[in-house]
């Protein structure tokens, strides 16, 4: 029988490191997290458009993979779209049974109860503390109040942001529950995830707003982890998206990665990971699994890539590996405790290594839903874009209510680079 | 209240944009004359390793500064490093301070320094008397001259 305590093994990893210096006992945390409840109330209106929906399903699948229970009061409207993990026709009967399947012992209920924060989509009723949710086709707010605005949009951008958003102060609303479990302070000072929060993604990606690139043909992606899962979690709830993926992957899923694996369900414990991939497949996106690692001397055996490349590896030498290889267009995903970055390179660019240069020590990665969920968010929302532009985007996702929480940058060659990458030999030149 | 004499800003801003390169963090100490406890009027650049999540001293830059400083009748006042985006303390920030005495300020600039020189967005913490940190305005501990 596994235990909550193992699901959310990375996930009191690393709060305990954010918050209590490593010092705090992480079953304790996990206790707590699965002791905390928030209400999530949606309206038909705003919950049966894409953008309220997705909102909904991702605010719900990320708070649930914290191990922190669920109140569900929503109308039990169509789904929109019938894609992993969920598996029933209708909104709450999805995401009850999803519910039942993630972190052992977690509370998802439909009664009223006692809550340690509601969020209250679209213009669903609630109280003037309430954390109000509005999600469009390509921005997400968050605002305590009760002035209410209903989701509205046809794409699923700003779901997904807004969703992602409320995982993180969810967390929060877990704080005072998991100090008096581990008889600690949480640190102070720390970021806030708000609210309030505002995320416009067509600032990141103005193709977004303007026009996808819906064709993507065939894609590679090196890694079947939390990065990639998240990145397919979007792309299948992208209206019109014709994908063909070849993920390569080799190793079997665990219940440790329940906390952060988007398609991932607790059932899965022991599957292939690509087989559990290609179980999610649909019409517009196909998976073919490699059970294979992506390393210096195998790629050979994996070679040609695709035009495009995705990478979610943790190794930072898997991600020179693949650049080495030169794909026309290669997008890294990438997560530290608290921070999620994409990263996109193109020929005579800076290259994967000129941004990635340093290879992490191995041990044990302390990870958390939202943040791993961001970094494959971002690179879904790079794919159809369709931009060549190189990109450099850092998100805080515990400090979403702050200043600069979104940042981009253009990506720098590096005199140092550990490829000495054409890029990187002209700066020496120049 | 400490005074950053004129052009110390500019200075660090200038250390931490040369040696981040708009691609990794930096960190310069703000010193300033034992004599003078609320002055701070030289900015200096140890020796450290970065990346774009997080820089790492150099014991023997430190050790080196410290005896420059003593030396001089100097001290550090206050610890400024640079983020990519949103500024604050995280939790190698709370650990990795170099100094511990109750007033240090820790300054943290977002956006690798890159935008205009002065503290919009900066975040400053401050030493308490538990060893903690606390958050202050930064107008409301550093004036600029």
């Known amino acids: 029988m596994r235990t909550h305590h ?73 789904l929109i779209d019938h894609s992993a993990p969920l598996r029933e026709g209708r909104l709450v009967d999805a995401l009850l049974e999803l519910g039942s399947d993630l972190i052992p012992g977690l509370r998802v209920r439909t009664t009223v109860g006692q809550v340690d924060e509601t969020f209250a989509f679209g213009s669903a009723p609630g109280s003037q503390q309430a ?20 989701c509205h949009g ?13 995982a993180a102060v969810a967390l929060e609303a877990a704080v005072a529950r998991i100090e008096a479990a581990t008889g600690m302070i949480a640190r102070k000072p720390r970021p806030s995830p708000g609210p309030p929060v505002r995320i416009r993604l067509s600032e990141l990606f103005p193709e977004l707003a303007d026009g996808l690139q819906l064709d993507l043909g065939s894609v590679d992606v090196i ?5 990639t899962h998240a990145m397919l979690f979007c792309l299948l709830r992208i209206p019109g998206v014709h994908a063909r993926l070849r993920i390569i ?57 695709a035009e495009r490349v995705l990478v979610g590896v943790d190794d930072v030498r898997a991600r020179w590996w693949v650049q080495e290889e030169q794909p026309d267009w290669l997008a890294i995903g990438a997560t530290g405790n608290n921070l999620a970055r994409l990263t996109t390179h193109v020929a005579a660019g800076p290259c994967a290594a000129c941004t990635h240069p340093e290879a992490l020590a191995p041990g044990v990665i302390p990870t958390i839903s939202f943040v791993s ?21 850092f998100i805080y996702p515990f400090a979403l209510s702050g200043p600069q929480a979104i940042a981009s940058f ?20 120049a | 209240m400490k005074r950053v004499a004129h052009g110390v800003l500019e200075q660090t801003f200038e250390h931490l944009r040369r040696c981040g390169e708009g691609r990794r963090e930096c960190v310069v100490f703000l010193t300033g004359p034992l004599e003078i406890p609320d002055l701070i009027d030289q900015a200096v650049h140890p020796s450290h390793r970065a990346s774009a999540g997080g820089y790492e001293l150099a014991s023997a830059g430190i050790a080196d500064i410290s005896t420059q400083l003593l030396a001089a009748r100097r001290t550090v006042r206050a610890q400024v490093h640079t983020h ?35 503290l919009d967005g900066a975040f400053l913490a401050e030493r308490d008397r538990d060893g903690g940190w606390v958050a202050v305005p930064p107008d409301e501990r550093l004036e600029l001259c």
């Open chain 1, 223 to 227: 890694s079947g982890g939390a990065i």
């Open chain 2, 84 to 118: 990519p985006g949103v500024a604050y303390h995280s939790p190698h920030d709370d650990e990795f301070a170099l100094v511990h005495t109750p007033g240090f300020l820790s300054l943290v600039i977002p956006r690798f320094a890159l935008g205009p020189v002065g």
């Open chain 1, 154 to 166: 046809h794409l699923p951008f700003g779901g997904l942001a807004a969703g992602a958003a409320v």
């Open chain 1, 6 to 78: 193992e699901a959310l093994a990375r996930t009191s990893l690393l709060l305990n490191q954010e918050w209590f210096a490593g010092e705090a006992d992480e079953r304790a945390i996990a206790g707590a997290l699965l002791a905390s409840t928030v209400r999530m109330v949606g309206d038909a209106e705003s919950l049966s458009c894409r953008a309220g929906q997705t909102a909904l399903i991702t605010a719900f699948m990320l708070t649930a993979r914290l191990g922190i229970g669920i109140e569900l009061v929503a109308p039990n409207v169509r």
């Open chain 1, 131 to 150: 954390v109000r949710v509005a999600a469009s086709d390509v921005g997400a707010e968050l605002e305590r109040g009760s002035k209410s605005t209903p």
């Open chain 1, 410 to 429: 253009a990506p720098r060659t590096n005199p140092d680079c550990p490829l000495d990458c054409s890029a990187s030999a002209g700066q020496e030149a």
């Open chain 1, 373 to 393: 969920f961001w970094a494959g968010f971002l690179q879904a929302c790079a794919l159809v874009s369709g931009s060549r532009a190189p990109t450099n985007v």
């Open chain 1, 249 to 305: 992957e080799e190793q079997k899923a665990e219940i440790s990665n329940v906390n952060r694996y988007s398609l991932l369900r607790a059932s899965d414990d022991g599957v292939d990971k690509i087989e559990q991939l290609k179980s999610v497949e649909t019409d517009g996106v196909t998976v073919k699994g490699v059970r294979s690692l992506f390393t210096k001397n195998n790629r050979g055996t994996l070679l040609p890539l």
